[in-house]
């Protein structure tokens, strides 16, 4: 097919790519399975995404279902402390009490008789310093 001779000589170069061109049969099945082969990977890349984010949400919705409950965040850790603070607070408490309530026995008498204290209050000292370190 020849172009017709009406048409001024300055519209006949190709000027301007407008995105297609011209093929025949053979050509255009290439073209249609290299598209068709890009849409299946695009597709198959879109649904490898959607799962991944799938897995995304779900990580998350666990996190917010544990922050929620309180067993993670600030709150929780504070709480944690706490309980590990008081156990401690107790521990320390009945290393040091027994202690104080034996001095007070018999404070009728003025003397307090103590054998071998420096490797009885040695015991202790580091009793304490191992719940407090």
């Not at 093929?23 to 991944?52: H, Q, Y």
Request: no cysteine; glycine share 4%.
């Amino acid at each position: 097919m020849t172009l017709t001779s009406n048409i001024p000589s300055e519209y006949l170069r190709q000027q301007e790519d407008f995105g297609f061109s011209a093929v025949d049969e053979g050509e255009l099945k290439v073209v249609v399975d290299e598209n068709t082969l890009e849409t299946e990977v695009i597709r198959e890349s879109v649904s490898m995404s959607n799962e991944a984010l799938a897995r995304v949400e779900n990580k998350i919705d666990q996190v917010l279902t544990l922050y929620n409950e309180g067993k993670l965040g600030l709150d929780a850790e504070r709480q944690k402390l706490q309980i590990e603070t008081k156990s401690k607070l107790k521990e320390l408490e009945q290393l040091i009490m027994p202690l104080l309530v034996n001095l007070m026995k018999n404070p009728e008498k003025e003397y307090i008789y103590w054998p071998n204290r420096k490797e009885k209050i040695q015991e202790q000292i580091d009793k304490v310093l191992s719940l407090t370190r």
